[in-house]
């Protein structure tokens, strides 16, 4: 079965937020980002502390006070700095992928009995990717797209709804993906 589309910026974005729920680096990267970020947050709580708050006559207590609500500010904050960490990536990444002058592409996928290839086109630039189907670790779906990866930050993405992909193509689509696949799909809401 062979298919084309355009595959856009936002078709990209995509698959940056399905990695961003789904990948252990950004698992990592997301921690040290909370970790980093509750100096500021301590430092902002501790500065609010010690020039709002009156202060008691015994510096020990003093202290304890404004360090206790430094505290208290970076841990009632915390679940914001979570919340914050994918919005900021994909932000810091469509910043970064908008000066480049590099979508869209347009993607021949040809799905066989052996493998899964994808070429793109973008001017005078011809990539193909050939995945053996053993090779795909996962699939994960939201209600655009499908990633195939076949390793742990790469993936071939498929939208489902497109032009030039249509309903008998994507369900074409499906019936080879089950047959082939005994990885679980993962289904994403974000």
Known sequence: MV???QLT??????????????SNQYKRARGVWLRY????????????AFFLVPRPESIGLSLLIT???GLLFALLLRPLLKDLHAPLALWQTRRVLNKQDTWPKDVTLQLSDTIVEM???????????????????????????????Y???????IPKVKDGVTEVEQSEIE??????MNTEKHTSSR
């Open 3 to 5: 298919t084309t589309y």
């Open 9 to 22: 910026l936002d078709d990209f974005l995509a698959f940056q937020n399905d990695m961003i729920h789904h």
């Open 37 to 48: 970020m509750n100096l500021p947050l301590f430092a902002l709580g501790y500065a609010a």
């Open 67 to 69: 360090v206790g609500i």
């Open 119 to 149: 070429q793109t086109v973008r001017g005078n630039v011809h990539r193909t990717t050939q995945v053996p189907w053993t090779s795909i670790l996962k699939v994960n779906e939201n209600e655009t797209h499908r990633f195939l990866y």
């Open 151 to 157: 390793e742990e930050d790469e993936a071939l993405i």
């Open 175 to 180: 019936r080879i993906l089950d047959k082939h």
